[in-house]
């Protein structure tokens, strides 16, 4: 047992040899994955793909209080809506724990850290606090903790008398830790600021200081991309490395996400978690092109980046130092955009989702009318925000059972000679030959001269009486995607409803 700290040299820490950059992304399974941790592992995702290196998936499952094992499928989910896929992994820390229970103890032996039996004080923070209950009594974060200096009889006594014990990282009392951080520069802490911060529980599991570092060691992690809310963690972990006789990755902290109070973004700016926007209809392209620049700059005024962009323009020396402010309406115009740029063909999938989940997809439209689904569902995109509104204000396209809007009734449906031209409408279209663009608009517009109306009157009553809106794409556009036979037969119907 160990008398009056004294540091001594630990053997050296197994690390990779690694030629490329090798990153990971290490959620808690505490919550989803929202919308901060997404970005980050946007992140460093792009930068794996950018430098051809790897990117490692690890879950940090130790918090046993606080874990939820069923959210770590949705964060895995999450990643997969997103594309961000893994090339190592997922490795869980609730697996691994004897590495870190032999770290602690090689740190204890070579003098690094030391037996703490505190119970009835605690200090400040989550991280520094073993065993400490609510109420007790606090004494500050950078204080030494009295079990530092207890002599070898005293710690033998206290293990003989069942006494619990924590292990503590020793930090220095004498000196600067400095690190170099690929977004903020260098960086420096004083060690009388660090306090003696805890390694393993006296439960046996490791506190997130010891299982990040170990892991990244053995993982040989080249670069730590983590949210700036980390820094402070940081000079704890280069001790750590040091102790452990490992050279420290480059550390690269992201500036934060807040909501547009600038506040910190949570549950009342919205929706956080990624699953809710993936709900919602957003894309997946548009939802990463939003992320990345929540932080990063191409270098350039460029907004709409597909993901090769993205891979091929991505590096740390762009990331800001300046938070980063989510705006909602910025989102849905990004999502707007790849709607209607999206390659069809790669459009088609997530339109066929949504149609499926609303019951109204049909198989046809994967194969003999496949044509037919692509052609629609171009007329559609450019007024779509959403994936839902294919499903919502464009239902009447993909199914006949659709209501009347009552403002567009009320104000396009007034005149008592609608149902009478609704009519004679449905008449002069059912005798056309060519079902196409210009025959529609000559035989809409000659009923309309016919009668002495003007066109606009008939235009806007048989839009709401095809599709049951004032507002859908050009109405001789809808016809032809429509069909002769639906077209006709929604006019008829339409007659006795404008009546009513």
């Known amino acids: 047992m160990m008398g009056v700290f004294q540091p001594r040299a630990v053997r050296p820490f197994t690390m990779a040899l690694v030629s490329k950059p090798r990153v990971r992304f290490a959620p808690s399974p505490t919550g989803y994955l929202h919308v901060g941790g997404a970005r980050t592992a946007l992140f460093n995702w792009l930068f794996a793909r950018h430098e051809g290196g790897t990117f490692i998936l690890r879950v940090e499952d130790t918090d046993v209080e606080r874990n939820r094992p069923e959210l770590v499928e949705g964060i895995l989910q999450g990643l997969r809506w997103l594309s961000v896929a893994w090339d190592e992994g997922p490795y869980f820390q609730s697996q691994r724990l004897d590495r870190y229970r032999n770290a602690a103890e090689d740190l204890l032996k070579s003098g690094f850290a030391f037996l703490c039996f505190c119970q009835a004080v605690q200090y400040a923070g989550a991280d520094a606090t073993p065993e400490g209950e609510e109420g007790t009594e606090k004494i500050a974060r ?31 009392r004498e000196g600067v830790t400095r690190f170099e951080d690929a977004v903020f520069g260098q960086r420096e802490v004083q060690n009388v600021e660090i306090e003696d911060f805890v390694l393993l529980r006296s439960s046996g599991l490791p506190t997130y200081q010891l299982g990040a570092v170990v892991d990244d060691v053995a993982m040989g992690i080249t670069h730590v991309i983590r949210g700036a809310d980390h820094l402070s963690n940081t000079p704890k972990q280069v001790l750590l490395y040091r102790a452990l006789s490992a050279t420290p990755p480059i550390f690269a902290h992201v500036p934060l996400i807040l909501g547009p109070d600038r506040t910190r973004l949570s549950k009342r700016h919205g929706a956080t978690s990624v699953s809710l926007y993936a709900d919602e209809g957003f894309l997946p392209e548009a939802f ?42 910025k989102l849905e115009w990004f999502n707007s955009q790849y709607l209607q740029k999206l390659p069809i063909d790669g459009l088609l999938p997530y339109v066929k989702t949504e149609l499926r989940r609303s019951g109204l997809w049909r198989a046809q439209w994967d194969d003999s009318e496949r044509e037919w689904f692509a052609r629609t569902v171009d007329l559609l995109r450019p007024r779509t925000r959403l994936l839902p509104d294919f499903s919502h204000w464009a239902r009447a396209f993909f199914s006949d059972d659709f209501g009347y809007d009552p403002d567009a009734r009320a104000k396009f449906w007034k005149d008592p000679k609608v149902p009478e031209l609704l009519s004679k409408l449905a008449d002069a279209l059912d005798a056309l030959v060519e079902w196409s663009h210009d025959p529609c608009d000559h035989a809409l517009r000659a009923l309309a001269a016919a009668e002495g109306v003007k066109a606009g009157l008939l235009i806007n009553a048989t839009r709401v009486a095809i599709v049951g809106r004032a507002v859908a794409p050009p109405l001789f556009e809808t016809m032809v995607v429509l069909g002769k036979s639906r077209v006709v037969s929604r006019l008829r119907r339409a007659v006795p409803a404008v009546a009513a």
Request: aromatic share 10%; charged share 20%.
């Open 142 to 172: 950078t204080a030494p903790c009295p079990c530092r200096d207890l002599t070898s009889a005293q710690r033998e006594q206290k293990i003989c008398e069942g006494a619990p014990y924590a292990i503590r990282f020793a930090a220095p």
């Open 288 to 329: 990463r092109n939003f992320l990345a620049l929540l932080g990063w700059s191409p270098g350039g005024d460029e907004e709409f980046l597909p993901t090769s962009e993205l891979i091929s323009r991505f590096t740390l020396s762009g990331v800001s130092r300046t938070n980063g402010v989510f705006d909602r309406a």
